[in-house]
C-alpha cells in the first residue's frame, strides 16, 4: 500500500510516507513550530518516498487526544491533502496507536497509553490483549490527575505497563509507577500504519467529513497552551 501517514498531536511533529515495503519519515522535535513545519515534513517525505498525492491510497493521522491546536494543524493538513487528491483520510485514534505499537515492546498483559493534557494531568485507556495477535480490548478511557493514576490502575494487580513519550516526568509523581513505565520513542507516524491498513482491507466506508479531532476537552481561551 502507499499511505501518508501524519502524527503531530504531542511534543513532535512526524511524517512517515509507506511506498510498498518501504518506509520514509521525517520528524521535527521543534513542536512550538507545527504549523510552520508540517507543509514541508509532506512535501520531503513524499519527495523521498517518489510519490505523488494522487497515486496515494489513503491518508491517516492521528486523531488525538492532544494538544487542542496541535490537533487542529495535524487534521487540517491531512484532511486538505486528502481533499485536493480525492484519497480516503484514516483517522487513527492516538492512544489506541501507541498501544498497539507498544504491544512488540512488552508481553504485559495491560497496556496503558498515556497523554499529558495538562501540567500534572494525563489522558489515559486501559487495554488488555485480547484474542489473536494484535488485538486490544479497551476497558477504560478518562482523563485523571497523574498522583490518581496509580489508584485506577490498582484492579490491573501489576500486570499493565504505561506506555508515553517524556514517562520519566509522571514516573517522578509516583515511584511506585516508574518499574511500570516504558518511553515511547518508538511511537512514530508510522505506528498510524497498521490501523490504516486494516480499515482499508476490511473495505470501512471512509468518509473525509467525518474526520475530527479528539479534544476530550473544552478550549478556554487565555489557558496556557499545551
Known amino acids: 500500500m502507499k499511505i501518508l ?6 511534543q513532535l511533529a512526524c511524517v512517515t ?17 507545527t504549523a510552520e513545519a508540517i507543509v514541508p515534513l509532506v ?7 517518489g510519490l505523488r498525492p494522487a497515486e496515494l491510497d489513503c491518508v491517516a493521522v492521528s486523531s488525538g487526544p492532544g494538544s487542542f491546536t496541535a490537533l487542529r494543524i495535524g487534521m487540517s493538513a491531512a484532511k486538505g491533502i486528502a481533499f485536493g487528491a480525492d484519497r480516503p ?28 493534557s495538562r501540567p500534572g494531568e494525563y489522558y489515559y485507556s486501559i487495554y488488555r490483549r485480547a484474542g489473536g495477535e494484535g488485538m486490544l480490548e479497551e476497558l477504560e478511557s478518562s482523563r ?17 505497563v504505561i506506555v508515553g513519550r ?19 520513542s518508538f511511537f512514530t507516524a508510522a505506528s498510524l500504519l497498521p490501523y490504516a ?14 474526520a475530527v479531532p479528539d479534544y476530550r476537552q473544552q478550549f478556554v481561551p487565555g489557558q496556557q497552551k499545551q
Do not use: Y
Request: contains cysteine; charged residues 20%; hydrophobic residues 45%.
Open 43 to 49: 512535501m520531503q517525505a513524499m519527495t523521498d518516498a
Open 144 to 160: 485523571c490527575q497523574s498522583v490518581e493514576l496509580a489508584g485506577r490502575l490498582e484492579k490491573l494487580a501489576g500486570e499493565f
Open 197 to 210: 491498513e486494516k480499515t482499508l482491507s476490511e473495505g470501512v466506508d471512509v468518509m473525509l467529513a467525518e
Open 166 to 184: 517524556s514517562i520519566a516526568e509522571l514516573a517522578g509523581h509516583d515511584a511506585a509507577l516508574a518499574p511500570f513505565c516504558i518511553e515511547a
Open 5 to 10: 501517514a501524519i502524527e503531530c498531536t504531542h
Open 89 to 116: 483520510l484514516v483517522s487513527v485514534p492516538t492512544l489506541l496507536a501507541m498501544a498497539l505499537s507498544a504491544s512488540d515492546h512488552s508481553g504485559s498483559s495491560h497496556i496503558v497509553p498515556v497523554i499529558q
Open 17 to 33: 510516507v509507506k511506498n510498498g515495503s518501504r518506509l520514509f519519515e521525517r520528524v521535527n522535535e521543534e513542536w512550538q513550530k
